[in-house]
């Protein structure tokens, strides 16, 4: 069965102080988006740069996620690290999520720049960082997730499929 990796990035919402309404609101779009069956590998953990790195190369290595999508942690403050910690454990770099995100947020907040979304590639898993507010999400969602399947089709994942009356994706011509 097809894997998702989702992180929820927070101090707060990992030591029970609210509710993790991110990451739910991960879960809640994909399952608009996708047609395949699919199962959540779901983490709710602290803005720690190592257990963040941890549970990506969990995640990735040993769980089989096609795709990892954290939330959270992505902005200027101190504890802010979850760029930083998809940087230590991917191959390579995928600058054009991060830049499409902040662009699309732009029209909503003119604190979009001051997000550090990126993307990255570990083996044959997408990690996509996304910011920790609900409407963001999606918005940042809807922006990129049109080049994510034949993004995990480049690396040798799973063929994702999604309903396309949510989700229009693109797959060049062959």
């Known amino acids: 069965m097809l894997k998702i990796g989702i992180i929820n990035v927070s101090d707060?919402?990992?030591?029970?102080?609210?509710?993790?309404?991110?990451?739910?609101?991960?879960?809640?779009?994909?399952?608009?988006y996708l047609t395949n069956e699919w199962e959540p590998v779901y983490r709710v953990i602290p803005d720690e740069q190592h257990l963040?790195?941890?549970?990506?190369?969990?995640?990735?290595?040993?769980e089989g996620c096609c795709l990892?999508?954290?939330?959270?942690?992505?902005?200027?403050a101190l504890r802010d690290v979850t760029p930083e910690a998809t940087e230590a454990v991917c191959?390579?770099?995928?600058?054009?999520?991060?830049?499409?995100?902040?662009q699309v947020s732009l029209q909503y907040v003119p604190t979009a720049i001051l997000s550090r979304q990126t993307a990255g590639i570990r083996g044959k898993t997408l990690i996509v960082n996304l910011p920790g507010k609900p409407s963001a999400i999606r918005q940042?969602?809807?922006?990129?997730?049109?080049?994510i399947p034949y993004c995990i089709d480049l690396i040798g994942g799973p063929y994702l499929e999604t309903n396309e009356a949510v989700m229009k994706v693109f797959r060049p011509k062959s």
Request: charged share 20%; glycine share 12%.
């Open 91 to 102: 191959q390579k770099m995928m600058p054009g999520f991060g830049e499409l995100m902040r």
């Open 52 to 62: 963040i790195s941890q549970a990506l190369v969990e995640m990735s290595d040993k």
């Open 140 to 147: 940042c969602l809807d922006a990129v997730f049109p080049a």
């Open 68 to 76: 990892v999508v954290t939330c959270g942690g992505t902005g200027p």
């Open 12 to 32: 707060r919402a990992s030591a029970g102080i609210y509710e993790d309404i991110p990451g739910k609101a991960i879960v809640s779009t994909l399952n608009e």
